[in-house]
């Protein structure tokens, strides 16, 4: 069964703060991405990566960094928190192209 | 420009009918749709997929059919049971070279079931 962690449910942070939303998959799986949701505007990509240390934009990586130093970790980065990307923040891995992404429980951030 | 719309934001459904979801979409370059179910609080749980060489793909109580003329996608729910009562996305990725594929996401329909 795939699991895929993100470390906390919950967070909340300061404008200003830096801050790290941190996954981890269990699979072996090459491919890991970051979404946020929020209200009437879906899930939008904001960066995924395809192996170690690479990195891709997706939809609306303004705002974020990524760091991917092992395989079963992806680590999202908001250098400088603000109350725009007050979000649910989820985490989804894959294997291979066009395969089942599995998704994480989320972590609901917001920023004050 | 959104390109995958969910147009119906809600939809209500008596248990043991049939629910029908709609999509749309218009990159023609996608190759590869997916439905995702989600409950408040938890991550988006995969359904069922299609991909673009095909026009039905069947699991369970579970139907997708793609129009790809149309550019339109549907997932079939039969019978309805009160299980069902989620936020349903739909989703379509396609083959850019790289060594992934993001989703491009609707934003949702939230069906309801009745008993």
């Known amino acids: 069964d795939v699991k895929v962690t993100q470390s906390s449910r919950y967070l909340v942070k300061r404008t200003g703060e830096k801050v790290f939303l941190e996954c981890v998959q269990d699979m072996d799986h090459e491919n890991m991405f970051w979404y946020r949701q929020d209200p009437g505007l879906g899930l939008r990509l904001i960066y995924f990566?395809?192996?170690?240390?690479?990195?891709e934009k997706g939809d609306i990586p303004e705002g974020y960094s990524v760091s991917r130093e092992k395989k079963e970790r992806f680590s999202l980065i908001l250098e400088s928190a603000s109350t725009n990307q007050t979000s649910m923040y989820l985490c989804?891995?894959?294997f291979g192209r066009g395969n089942i992404q599995y998704f994480g429980a989320g972590t609901r951030l917001s920023v004050l | 420009d959104q390109q995958v719309k969910q147009n119906s934001p809600s939809l209500s459904v008596q248990e043991g009918r049939i629910s029908i979801l709609n999509c749309d979409y218009t990159n023609s370059m996608f190759d590869y749709f997916l439905w995702y179910k989600k409950y408040p609080a938890e991550g988006p749980t995969f359904l069922i997929s299609i991909s673009s060489i095909k026009d039905k793909n069947e699991d369970g109580r579970f139907t997708v059919f793609l129009n790809k003329s149309a550019k339109h996608l549907s997932l079939h729910i039969v019978p309805s049971q009160p299980g069902d009562s989620a936020v349903y996305f739909c989703?379509?990725?396609?083959?850019?070279?790289?060594?992934?594929?993001?989703?491009?996401f609707g934003k949702g329909t939230h069906l309801i079931i009745q008993p």
């Open positions: 990566s395809y192996d170690v240390k690479m990195k």
């Open positions: 989804a891995s894959s």
């Open positions: 989703a379509a990725s396609f083959y850019s070279g790289g060594g992934a594929d993001g989703l491009t």
